[in-house]
Nanobody, 127 residues
């Protein structure tokens, strides 16, 4: 496990944008997979997006495809989730997750596969 620090949440109006960050401390990324998940009150945690760090391939939930973009900055050991055209239904606590392994397609959206988690950052979208 590696320490993750996620940040960048806030309050935004519908149609607005936010960029979440997930900093990995302690060591450089090698064969990581990074994922973003979210959990709204009273709902289960759901997959948002994932990135195979060394390969650069990305994967998105249908609900955010075309609006959200996951990326990374290797020099900064930081991953990002750019969220555009935000909707009230995007309101949730967002978590980044990572594991020092390249995920298979089946594991990209599986929260149980990831070993490290950030503390969560709140995103609230007003209508």
């Amino acid at each position: 496990q590696v320490p993750l620090v996620d940040s960048g949440g806030g309050l935004v109006q519908a149609g607005g944008s936010l960029r979440l960050s997930c900093e990995v401390s302690g060591r450089a990324f090698t064969s990581y997979t990074m994922g973003w998940f979210r959990q709204a009150p009273g709902k289960e945690r759901e997959f948002v997006a994932a990135l195979r760090w060394s390969i650069g391939s990305t994967y998105y939930a249908t609900s955010v495809k075309g609006r959200f973009t996951i990326s990374s900055d290797n020099a900064k050991n930081t991953g990002y989730l750019q969220m555009n055209s935000l909707k009230p239904e995007d309101t949730a606590l967002y978590y980044c997750a990572a594991r020092d392994f390249v995920a298979s397609d089946d594991n990209l959206s599986n929260s149980k596969w990831y070993h490290s988690w950030g503390q969560g950052t709140q995103v609230t979208v007003s209508s």
